[in-house]
């Protein structure tokens, strides 16, 4: 079967279904333009939704891919993650290949971002499936006559099977802020990051690839234009305390993240960035 795109919708919301080639399928919803689902040929999700994620644009839908800009996290004055992962985004672009489907989304500053931060935008996330891949792209555009800088990240939700299971690979000697104690920073020695309690990471300048390995659901991680990578696992506690998590959510699920945290992106008027986070099944 050739690829395509249908409009669809997913747990009641507006999405775009991609059916790759070889059987590959990834499901993006306008709302945040954030890929919810992405199965590989062998019929296997590859990215954690949690089964009580919210869709109604209250809060950000908790798994998938959610898009964080123009801030990372609580690094600014901002609401936490910025404001874009919950906003409606427009579909600009869909295009078919014999061995690809890509849609682009964009979403614009409006009256009600300004409110929040003074700046025009124009913001695009391009997701392209392939067999045995994804790309996720965003650029941001500074549409207005003075610069700004932004932080912000990719911040995908990598499903597995049991996160004691998991390991990854190529951090090794990147020097990193440690969130869950005090923002110390420190320098990875491992060479490989397992999880065994509460993970939250920005491992500063990595140039090299990852690889999450998982079994069955392995994946290599790449990313270009951010450069920093953010692990997460909010663990038996943390996951208790978000209420768009089901008890045992933690166990499933694996962030890692292309992110730019440590020093803000600067965007002259006029000129556009791009970051791109890679996930190959391996
Ligand atoms: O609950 P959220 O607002 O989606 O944030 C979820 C998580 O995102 C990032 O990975 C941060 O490093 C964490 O500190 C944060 O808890």
């Given at each position: 079967m050739t690829p395509s795109i249908e409009a669809i919708e997913f747990h009641g919301i507006a999405a775009l279904r991609l059916n790759g080639p070889k059987g590959s399928v990834a499901i993006i919803s306008?709302?945040?333009?954030?890929?919810?689902?992405?199965?590989?040929?062998?019929?296997?999700?590859?990215?954690?939704?949690?089964?009580?994620?919210?869709?109604?644009?209250?809060v950000a839908i908790r798994g998938g891919i959610p898009v964080c800009f123009p801030q990372f996290a609580n690094t600014g004055d901002l609401p936490k993650h910025g404001f874009v992962r919950n906003r409606e985004?427009?579909?600009?672009?869909?295009?078919?290949?014999?061995?690809?489907?890509?849609?682009?989304?964009?979403?614009?500053?409006?009256?009600?971002?300004?409110?929040?931060?003074?700046?025009?935008?124009?913001?695009?996330?391009?997701?392209?499936?392939?067999a045995d891949r994804i790309d996720i792209e965003l650029s941001i555009t500074n549409t207005g006559g003075a610069p700004f800088a932004f932080t912000g990240a990719l911040h995908s939700y990598l499903r597995v099977t049991q996160v004691e299971d998991a390991a990854i690979e190529g951090l090794y000697g990147y020097d990193y802020r440690d969130a869950v104690n005090g923002d110390a920073e420190r320098r990875e020695t491992g060479t490989e990051l397992v999880v065994e309690s509460e993970v939250d990471r920005v491992y500063f300048d990595v140039k090299r690839p990852q690889l999450l390995k998982a079994g069955n659901l392995s994946l290599g991680i790449q990313s270009q234009g951010f450069p920093d990578v953010v692990v997460w696992n909010p663990w038996v506690e943390r996951c208790a305390e978000l209420k768009d998590m089901p008890v045992d959510g933690w166990r499933h699920m694996l962030c890692v993240e292309a992110a730019a945290v440590r020093e803000p992106v600067q965007l002259p008027a006029g000129e556009e960035w791009y970051g791109r986070q890679t996930l190959v099944a391996v």
């Open positions: 306008k709302l945040g333009a954030q890929v919810l689902s992405w199965k590989t040929p062998d019929g296997r999700e590859r990215l954690f939704l949690s089964e009580r994620a919210v869709f109604d644009g209250s985004w427009t579909v600009n672009a869909e295009r078919c290949g014999d061995d690809y489907a890509l849609v682009t989304l964009e979403l614009a500053d409006d009256e009600a971002t300004r409110a929040l931060w003074p700046h025009s935008f124009l913001a695009e996330l391009t997701l392209m499936l392939e």
